[in-house]
């Protein structure tokens, strides 16, 4: 079932799958395997994503045509749940301090580890941070960094961000 959200962009052609084509708000998008995420674990990939993230997400929410800052807010929601992050809940937003708490309830990275066994003592879930911290610098207007804080592939039931 599609959200409401992608029914919206394919309802103004702004969501197509054509040709081996994937393309959301004019840009094109690919699909690749949860397994390369084992790939992109490193400081060099989360700073790459991090603000090619900022970059598209700004682009992005201004093709939408946000104008609140909960619109705007919600639009980026959307549009994270949209790549299949997982599903993201807001717990705690502070516009002013730039601060925010996040959590992924359903992790794809997470349930990715788990559903392999990868042993693991740290949080695993890189990409997410990177992908939170631009979304978050697109958000605020002002650099900010992601730290995951609990991660489904440590036993916890979700994971969490810290956004600063």
């Known amino acids: 079932m599609l959200s409401k959200f992608l029914q919206g962009l394919m309802f103004v052609n702004q969501f197509t799958i054509d040709n081996g084509q994937v393309d959301i708000l004019g840009n094109k998008q690919l699909l690749l395997p949860v397994q390369i995420i084992e790939l992109l674990n490193d400081k060099k990939a989360y ?3 991090k603000q090619t993230v900022k970059i598209g997400m700004d682009e992005e929410i201004r093709k939408i045509g946000s104008t609140t800052p909960l619109q705007r807010f919600n ?15 807001v717990t705690f937003i502070d516009s002013k301090k730039q601060k925010a708490m996040i959590q992924i309830n359903n992790s794809t990275i997470a349930n990715y580890y788990i559903s392999q066994r990868k ?3 740290v949080p695993v879930c890189v990409i997410t941070k990177a992908v939170l911290a631009g979304a978050f610098s697109s958000f605020f207007g002002k650099d900010v960094d992601s730290e995951e804080t609990k991660c489904m592939s440590l036993g916890e039931n979700y994971c969490q961000f810290s956004i600063k």
């Open 119 to 121: 042993k693991t003592t």
């Open 75 to 89: 639009n980026l929601k959307d549009l994270m749940n949209t790549f299949g992050i997982g599903n993201i809940d």
């Open 47 to 49: 700073d790459f994503i």
